[in-house]
């Protein structure tokens, strides 16, 4: 219909087109303009872009997601990928499509950002875009799920959560996103009760960022995970022995931490610990009748931990296999007469009597 169909006169008319005119060259220019922070956290206008230009559809996509318009934003942004498949603002396209489907299905928007992190590393966006790898991240380690074909959040994201976290240390090392990527991943190995995966995490984090907030943290839980990690008497020891060295060190390096949460006491339990694993490792020997490496194994217990409670034990089952040791192994074994003089206050023919069975006859009374 043409403006005279409404009544209008030709002065009206032409006053009308002209205030058309303006509306239009003022939606232009609003389009046509482009603004940054300066240092001083103020709106700064840097250019004037070309109505119609990559950049101009770039900043309607971009609009629209400010909007609060997600949809309109991913068809935008997938229009200007179609269009201009070798653009310089590939990157940035991607970044608004990735985030424009983050707010219904984040697992889709990770292709985007991923294609950003491995295709523009050296774009102005490969640094959100990782960010935003980061959260998501975070949101699977804390037990988000991702959705089923679209439908329901049943689909198990463990190792997507720690893939990506492993990706953002790796793409930004030394970096303070790098840091809270170690820490979590750390933490979430250590939630999760994976204790030697805790202690490399925790081990990585604090040779990578030893001046880190965090490292006294890391510190800490690096030994309890060693702690954790030992199994009892019958498996391997090994980390009792790093705990026992990261322990003696958390006490050179800080000693008012090491006092407070008891590092003298935690010493004491990893000795015990470590003698119970000789008195095992004894027993097992006795049980395939091989004395002289049984005696071998009684020998470092009780050289090493002769105020232990394995050592008092050792000392109590010495006379039964000791007369089977030939005379050269002897002549080189500690005193076990004086000791279980000492210890056990008993002479040497003399079978103290077991404590376990004492205190079981009790329970039955």
């Not at 640094?127 to 988000?144: D, F, S």
């Not at 009892?232 to 020891?237: K, M, R, S, V, W």
């Not at 003089?341 to 376990?356: E, F, Y």
Request: glycine letters at 6%; charged letters at 30%.
């Amino acid at each position: 219909l043409g403006l005279r169909s409404f009544g209008l006169g030709t002065g009206a008319t032409i006053a009308a087109a002209a205030l058309l005119a303006l509306a239009a060259t003022g939606a232009a220019f609003a389009q046509a303009e482009r603004y940054e922070l300066d240092a001083l956290d103020r709106w700064k206008k840097v250019a004037d872009v070309t109505p119609g230009s990559e950049e101009a559809q770039l900043l309607a996509a971009r609009r629209a997601l400010v909007d609060g318009e997600p949809a309109r934003a991913q068809k935008l942004a997938n229009a200007f990928l179609e269009r201009y498949p070798l653009s310089r603002y590939r990157a940035d396209a991607l970044l608004v499509r990735g985030d424009s489907k983050r707010g219904s299905d984040e697992y889709e928007a990770l292709f985007d950002y991923e294609e950003v992190c491995r295709r523009y590393a050296g774009s102005e966006v490969f640094v959100p875009a990782l960010e935003r790898e980061y959260e998501i991240a975070t949101l699977y380690a804390k037990g988000l799920r991702r959705r089923f074909f679209g439908t329901f959040r049943i689909v198990d994201t463990s190792e997507d959560a720690q893939e990506l976290l492993i990706r953002v240390q790796e793409r930004m090392p030394g970096s303070d996103l790098g840091e809270r990527a170690c820490m979590t991943l750390s933490d979430y190995y250590f939630d999760r009760r994976e204790m030697l995966m805790a202690a490399e995490s925790y081990r990585i984090f604090i040779e990578n960022y030893p001046r880190s907030p965090q490292v006294s943290k890391a510190r800490l839980r690096l030994i309890y995970a060693y702690l954790a990690g030992f199994r009892g008497p019958e498996y391997d020891a090994s980390g009792l022995l790093e705990a026992r060295a990261k322990l003696r060190s958390l006490q050179a390096m800080q000693p008012g931490l090491a006092q407070q949460i008891g590092a003298e006491s935690i010493l004491v339990r990893i000795e015990e610990s470590e003698a119970a694993k000789f008195l095992a490792t004894a027993s097992w020997y006795l049980e395939v009748d091989d004395p002289i490496s049984a005696e071998l194994f009684i020998r470092r217990l009780v050289q090493r931990h002769p105020r232990s409670i394995a050592t008092i034990e050792a000392l109590r089952i010495v006379p039964t296999f000791l007369a089977k040791l030939p005379k050269t192994i002897l002549d080189d074994a500690p005193d076990y007469h004086a000791l279980r003089k000492a210890l056990l206050g008993i002479d040497w023919d003399a079978m103290p009597a077991d404590p376990t069975a004492t205190e079981t006859a009790e329970e039955k009374q």
